[in-house]
């Protein structure tokens, strides 16, 4: 399976600033995800990174809050705006194949609590 | 209604015990099914797709039975190396994937 880099691993920020998580794959992968997963719950599905165009949000998610880009095939980025304590959780990307019956491999998550 | 629904657990259960979880879903046109393990403070890793005949890697056994809509897995001779969340995934033609919440498993000494 791909080999998912995630940086950073784990960030402590102040309220009110920003931080953008990067997701890199050792080749060109058809899908990419982001998750958010808090303590104690199952994965929650944040965007759907589309290469060269608009990441698909979902409910509960906007862009503004959670802006996101896929320049190429192995390559996503997803920044935290504006952060509050709410927003204190682990980040997953995931990738997957086209197919319906690829499963998705995860990034190792970035740790991220906000003071 | 959720789409995947799976035991809450938290299932304790001695070593060399033989313990399993199920996982029923709501939609009859779901595609392909996975099972995930996923360690304290880390990321989901595949344990094993599951396929329509059932199929085993070692001491588990995955199953789906699409009539009742669930899947299931059994893991035998549990070992202390198995405590772990597992998590069921369904996902459909739309390239969609739907977590359940996760079953909590510890093996005890």
Same mark, same amino acid.
């Given at each position: 399976?791909?080999?998912?880099?995630?940086?950073?691993?784990?960030?402590?920020?102040?309220?009110?600033?920003?931080?953008?998580?990067?997701?890199?794959?050792?080749?060109?992968? #058809?899908?990419?995800?982001?998750?958010?997963?808090?303590?104690?719950?199952? @994965? #929650? =599905?944040?965007? +759907?990174?589309?290469?060269?165009?608009?990441?698909?949000?979902?409910?509960?998610?906007?862009?503004?809050?959670?802006?996101?880009?896929?320049?190429?095939? +192995?390559?996503? +980025?997803? +920044?935290?705006?504006?952060?509050?304590?709410?927003?204190?959780?682990?980040? @997953?990307?995931?990738?997957?194949?086209?197919?319906?019956?690829?499963?998705?491999?995860?990034?190792?998550?970035?740790? =991220?609590?906000?003071? | 209604? &959720?789409?995947?629904?799976? !035991?809450?657990?938290?299932?304790?259960?001695?070593?060399?015990?033989?313990?399993?979880?199920?996982?029923?879903?709501?939609?009859?046109?779901?595609?392909?099914?996975?099972?995930?393990?996923?360690?304290?403070?880390?990321?989901? &890793?595949?344990?094993?797709?599951?396929?329509?005949?059932?199929?085993? !890697?070692?001491?588990?056994?995955?199953?789906?039975?699409?009539?009742?809509?669930?899947?299931?897995?059994?893991?035998? !001779?549990? &070992?202390?190396? !198995?405590?772990?969340?597992?998590?069921?995934?369904?996902?459909?033609?739309?390239?969609?994937?739907?977590?359940?919440?996760?079953?909590?498993?510890?093996?005890?000494?």
């Amino acid at each position: 399976s791909a080999v998912i880099s995630q940086k950073p691993s784990r960030d402590i920020c102040q309220r009110g600033t920003s931080l953008t998580i990067q997701c890199q794959v050792d080749s060109q992968v #058809t899908m990419m995800f982001w998750y958010r997963q808090q303590p104690g719950q199952s @994965l #929650t =599905l944040i965007a +759907t990174a589309n290469q060269g165009s608009e990441a698909t949000y979902e409910s509960g998610f906007v862009i503004d809050k959670f802006p996101i880009s896929r320049p190429n095939l +192995t390559f996503s +980025t997803l +920044t935290v705006s504006n952060m509050s304590p709410e927003d204190s959780s682990i980040y @997953l990307c995931s990738v997957a194949g086209g197919g319906s019956n690829q499963p998705q491999h995860f990034g190792d998550g970035t740790r =991220l609590s906000i003071l | 209604r &959720k789409e995947v629904e799976q !035991d809450p657990g938290p299932f304790n259960v001695p070593e060399g015990a033989t313990v399993a979880f199920n996982c029923t879903y709501s939609n009859s046109a779901s595609q392909s099914f996975f099972w995930y393990r996923q360690d304290c403070r880390k990321e989901p &890793k595949l344990l094993m797709s599951v396929y329509s005949s059932g199929n085993e !890697d070692g001491r588990f056994t995955a199953q789906l039975n699409r009539a009742s809509q669930y899947i299931s897995l059994l893991i035998r !001779d549990s &070992k202390l190396s !198995d405590s772990a969340t597992y998590l069921c995934v369904v996902s459909n033609t739309g390239n969609q994937f739907y977590f359940g919440t996760g079953t909590s498993l510890t093996v005890i000494p």
